[in-house]
């Protein structure tokens, strides 16, 4: 998927005075990973409490859960795991 692609800060990434285009699926999981639910007010249901999640007793249905958020938005993954404090996410490449 391509699109606008932004910095670590959330900044638009501007190469050769225009905004850079580029996949931009890696952005967009680690932007619905990190939200809570109900951060995105245009869909309330989305988010994935990763930070809630790490922090507090872990779901059993939390990958489950995430993977079908990100399946929504058109992002297919391969794994989605907590380990050591932090989210590991592999995403399926295309052909």
Same mark, same amino acid.
């Given at each position: 998927? =391509?699109? #606008?692609?932004?910095? @670590?800060?959330? !900044?638009? +990434? ?5 905004? &850079? #285009?580029? @996949?931009?699926?890696?952005?967009? &999981? ?8 109900? %951060?995105?007010?245009? &869909? ?18 939390? &990958?489950? !859960? +995430? =993977? ?8 297919? +993954?391969?794994?989605?795991?907590? #380990? ?5 996410? %592999?995403?399926?490449?295309? !052909?």
């Amino acid at each position: 998927m =391509k699109g #606008i692609l932004v910095d @670590d800060n959330g !900044n638009m +990434v501007i190469s050769g005075g225009h905004v &850079a #285009i580029g @996949d931009n699926r890696t952005q967009l &999981a680690q932007h619905l990973i990190g939200a809570f639910t109900g %951060e995105y007010k245009h &869909a309330p249901t989305l988010g994935g409490n990763a930070r809630r999640m790490i922090a507090g007793t872990p779901d059993p249905f939390w &990958a489950g !859960n +995430v =993977k079908g958020q990100l399946k929504q938005c058109h992002i297919d +993954v391969e794994r989605l795991r907590v #380990i050591d404090g932090g989210v590991e996410v %592999e995403i399926k490449t295309k !052909n």
